[in-house]
Nanobody, 115 residues
């Protein structure tokens, strides 16, 4: 069983920045890829960004150029730096990890962007 713990959410004004963290209980060498997703009540969970074990990244078009995903393998932690935030970025943000073919989710952290 792998546990993921997100932190760093909060309330920020439009144009501001936040950095989310996701700490994993598994070692980095066992994690194939880590993703960030977000979800607004009443809507499907939306994929935001991915980083592979080798460091390859990809982003949803809605956040490309504003968000940056990174990982610290020594700390078993993945980050999501969010800049130029917009009200439409308001959501609960979740990280997930693919560990030996199994997918694990964190509990989520709320991000609220005020206009």
């Amino acid at each position: 069983q792998v546990q993921l713990v997100e932190s760093g959410g909060g309330l920020v004004q439009a144009g501001g920045s936040l950095r989310l963290s996701c700490s994993a209980s598994a070692s980095a060498s066992s994690i194939n890829a880590m993703n960030w997703y977000r979800q607004v009540p009443g809507k499907l969970r939306e994929w935001v960004a991915v980083i592979t074990r080798g460091g390859t990244t990809n982003y949803a078009d809605s956040v490309r150029g504003r968000f940056t995903i990174s990982r610290d393998n020594a700390a078993n932690t993945v980050y999501l730096q969010m800049n130029s935030l917009k009200p439409e970025d308001t959501a609960v943000y979740y990280c997930n990890a693919n560990v030996r073919g199994l997918v694990y989710w964190g509990q989520g952290t709320q991000v609220t962007v005020s206009s």
